[in-house]
């Protein structure tokens, strides 16, 4: 692909997506492609791509290229390759007040991770670093992405 993607796309796209509804980058067009369940039924039907709404007719028309083994789409980054976990725990190990930084730490170890370090994260009022932070862990992992699949990018 000679047209740089635009890592916004990227992100967006790695937001976007869910266990069933993947998204996919374009290498022809540069666009990420996302793959909703209602794109997956109407691709599965027998409606011509021309009677569907028009929203829907660029998802099903790719969705149907892949499935006919095209390989010119890149699955985007998925939650398998995005670990959460790690970047509250390297979140925590960064926050310079050693009390808060414990107090993270601790809770992530155990049951409702998440929620519990969502809930410390608020009570400590350190929700803005904490989004920079992961906001940034995102933007590096869509770097590497790119870079692995040796396509040039534009950070807007």
Request: include cysteine; proline fraction near 3%.
């Given at each position: 692909?000679?047209?740089?993607?635009?890592?916004?796309?990227?992100?967006?796209?790695?937001?976007?997506?869910?266990?069933?509804?993947?998204?996919?980058?374009?290498?022809?067009?540069?666009?990420v492609v996302f793959l909703s369940t209602d794109i997956q039924s109407a691709a599965t039907?027998?409606?011509?791509?021309?009677?569907?709404?028009?929203?829907?007719?660029?998802?099903?028309?790719?969705?149907?290229?892949?499935?006919?083994?095209?390989?010119?789409?890149?699955?985007?980054?998925?939650?398998?390759?995005?670990?959460?976990?790690?970047?509250?725990?390297?979140?925590?190990?960064?926050?310079?007040?050693?009390?808060?930084?414990?107090?993270?730490?601790?809770?992530?170890?155990?049951?409702?991770?998440?929620?519990?370090?969502?809930?410390?994260?608020?009570?400590?009022?350190?929700?803005?670093?904490?989004?920079?932070?992961?906001?940034?862990?995102?933007?590096?992992?869509?770097?590497?992405?790119?870079?692995?699949?040796?396509?040039?990018?534009?950070?807007?």
């Open positions: 692909m000679d047209k740089p993607v635009k890592l916004s796309d990227i992100l967006d796209g790695m937001e976007m997506q869910g266990e069933e509804s993947p998204c996919y980058l374009d290498l022809e067009t540069g666009s039907g027998d409606k011509p791509v021309e009677d569907l709404s028009e929203w829907m007719r660029g998802g099903v028309t790719a969705l149907r290229r892949i499935d006919a083994g095209e390989t010119n789409f890149i699955g985007l980054p998925d939650r398998f390759e995005i670990d959460e976990y790690d970047m509250m725990r390297d979140f925590a190990y960064s926050v310079e007040d050693a009390d808060v930084s414990a107090e993270l730490l601790d809770a992530i170890s155990g049951a409702g991770a998440f929620r519990m370090f969502r809930s410390t994260v608020h009570r400590r009022r350190i929700e803005k670093q904490w989004y920079a932070f992961r906001d940034d862990a995102y933007k590096q992992i869509a770097r590497d992405w790119c870079e692995s699949h040796h396509l040039s990018y534009t950070e807007d």
